[in-house]
């Protein structure tokens, strides 16, 4: 299998440390949570920062200036020692943006040594958009003309699923159940608590056929990962590191003819035929095809699971199963602990609550302590390879592949 | 006195009555439509058109899928804060000649146990919200099978 020495399209990168600020509503600054989880990530490393020849933030929108330049804003707080820096933004898939253009300066030997970091502070309530009359924004006109929160967008692809594959509300609930689980494993988790599904199913409706612990919280939390060419680790002592082998960030192609965060409509496939896959289903086609493996490979898959419905939606996108027979998968008992292919072993964004730009980068982390064999009592038996996926509004694909 | 019927966006919706329909721009070179309208430049990659006209979208076509917003949005969506909110469906249509689809308001009346995916709807004239001097209208989709 690749996961044995293969080489990957693009050459692989070591993970050499991975950190976390804890999920919750803390109250306090993004910049604590990530200063948190970057310290944390280079003792895990056992690196000085000052050896850190690079550093890269994951913009958050919700910290005003500071936030646009999170690498620079970071940088600062670790305190000041000439790194270069970048700071990205790509919406949910932030993260990812950051760990590839962390991967393209140590491919490129513009950096041996990188430190990655992203963290929100996340207001109660529904994310709105950015202040002032922007008809031109399509995050602006879908709240100002239709009040179509973030959740209203989740309940049209889960009714869209009940439709077209059967699934039920039951099987939304059975996710939940699972992730919760899950998360009560994780020391990291804002929710930590076993859910029944009698439970989701006596929780308030939020966006019709979804209710409220179908979807995912907004929440504060911090998280980081040290990456550096393998010879640094080699240097460095560490003989056999996770290895990033892929890192997808794909955008969709014309005609998008699924209804995407945040558009009011999609595009017409009137003069040119859609793919023959979703873009979602070619954000991890191209991580595939960058690391050199298949779906059959994994050990195990962090997703996006905004909403219930859509760690189902994943679980086809990915390859795990075919198109429609998410909840069969489910249902079976594959994606859980102990099963054939475990879906969001940390307990996914059911259990932690959406903290945008550290959300894509915290899955990185739980795939790495998974490779190593260090996630405890949520551990999944010798795992070898592991994927991350999700995607970001505005058209940001989002994947990551490991292996050790 | 009557208030100032005015879109609560210039240019995305037109017409009264049976004439009322969405607007949206089509590509002069390759036949691409686009809802919102797009003004300057055709995103078919495949297109190296540029020149848009405007044009009117089918008026009826078939739920995609559906929801509701059982808790009141966030501005800039604009309520009344001293009125309980009242959940608001929301429909996504596919139209069958653009080959796209496009979201919308349900009618006031409309609540999620009227829809079915699939179900024949068409785009009618419906008002947004009103303040002192002005009635901001909106595209609402109805149900064909519903007489308002």
Redo the contacts between chains.
Sequence with gaps: MAADGGDGVTGEVAVLGAGMHPWGKWGRGFVEYGVVAARAALADAGLDWREVGSVIGANTVRGGYPGYVAGATFAKALGWQGARVTSVYAACASGAQAVNTARGQILSGLAEVVLVVGADAAPK??F??AGG?R?GD?D??????????NP?YF??????RM??HGDTTEDFAQVKVKNAALGALNPYARYRKRVTAEEVAAS???????RLLDICATSDGGAAVVLSSMEFARRHGVADPVRIRAVSTVTP???N?V?DLPD?????????EPADEPFRSSIARAAYEEAGIGPEDLSLAEVYDLSTALELQWYEDLGLCGEGEGAKLLREGATTLGGRIPVNASGGLASFGEAVPAQAIAQVCEVTWQLRGAAGDRQVAGARVGITANQGLFGHGSAVIAVR | MSLTPTP???G?FAGDGDDFTLLGTR?RA???????REEFNC?????QGGDLEEVPLSRRGRI????????R??????TNPELPWEP?A?I?VELE?????????AVPGIT?ADL???MEVEAVPGV?HEDAETSWT?WKWRPTGVTA
Excluded: H, K
């Design positions: 309530g529904f709105r958009p009359d008809p399509p602006w006109l879908r709240f100002r003309v239709l009040g179509a929160t209203a309940g049209l692809y889960a009714r869209r439709a077209v308030a409706v939020v966006a019709d056929p979804l192609r014309y005609p003819t209804l009011i409509a999609t595009d017409s496939a009137v003069a040119a | 609560v966006v210039a995305l590509c390759c036949a691409s439509v686009f809802f919102p995103r078919n990659p495949g297109c995609w899928s559906y929801t509701d917003s059982r808790y949005p966030p501005s800039p969506y604009v608001c929301l996504a000649a653009e080959r796209m689809v496009v979201l919308g308001q999620v079915a995916v699939g947004l909106t």
